[in-house]
């Protein structure tokens, strides 16, 4: 009788079971969902923080208006003073439309480590996503904050320098290099620095911000041009 036994595949050459495929098949598809989620959720704190700029707007119009009451000549005297209630009106009002594009940046922000995970093959913890999500959340808070107590434009600056080196600094960590944080941080740079553009010029914002689409959506498509997005499906690396 012949008790040959049959010849032993490798271990690594084993070939994925149909449940092994279908978790490499729904891998993309579930972290597309979670970003999806994240964004959406991110929309309480920023929501909390629209609702603080409303409260200090509306006590701000408050105690200009009692000055304004005062009349006399020391109420006109400290009207025409410096007065930073007045001044912090401006402030508020970026604030309010830099949160109308808030969905806008976090996507694109968070579409960036995605594709840092397809492209090199990182692995990115929600946790991960989330500490990002946070760090851009207090650049509204930052605006907010610091927009009361200066210009509009240093105010911006300065928010966005402050949570940009936080993103940074943290991606140099998990993206496992100074290199592919220099492109957040370009990315960074070149976002906040289009919204910058938006929110002044009120006449030609759609204009501006519809260009920017453009770029950013052509931007991904050279990016992700080569990817075999079948690959998570046979376990096979992504070719960039």
């Known amino acids: 009788m012949d008790t040959a036994q049959p010849p032993m595949l490798p271990a690594g050459s084993l070939p994925a079971g149909p449940s092994e495929t279908s978790r490499r098949r729904n891998l993309v598809t579930l972290k597309l969902l979670f970003i999806a989620a994240l964004v959406l959720l991110l929309q309480l704190p920023l929501g909390l923080i629209n609702s603080l700029r409303q409260e200090r707007s509306n006590n701000r119009a408050e105690a200009n208006a009692r000055i304004a009451a005062r ?17 912090a009106v401006e402030g508020y009002r970026m604030v309010e439309r830099a949160l109308k594009h808030s969905m806008l940046v976090l996507t694109l922000v968070f579409a960036a ?16 996503y989330g500490l990002v999500g946070a760090a851009m959340c207090l650049f509204y808070l930052a605006l907010l904050a610091l927009g009361e107590v200066l210009e509009p434009g240093p105010a911006y600056i300065l928010a966005a320098i402050a949570s940009s080196l936080l993103i940074v600094g943290y991606s140099a960590s998990i993206l496992r290099s100074w290199a592919r944080a220099t492109s957040i941080a370009a990315l960074l740079t070149a976002e906040y620095g289009v919204l910058y553009i938006v929110l002044r010029m009120e006449n030609f ?32 690396a992504v070719r960039a």
């Open 71 to 87: 009349g006399g000549n020391e109420g006109r005297s400290e009207v025409s003073a410096y007065n930073p209630a007045a001044a």
């Open 205 to 236: 914002a759609l204009l501006a911000g519809t260009t920017a689409l453009f770029v950013v959506l052509a931007a991904l498509m050279y990016f992700t041009r080569n990817v075999d997005w079948f690959a998570h499906e046979s376990g096979k």
């Open 113 to 128: 480590f995605f594709l840092f995970e397809t492209l090199v093959g990182l692995r990115l913890h929600a946790v991960h």
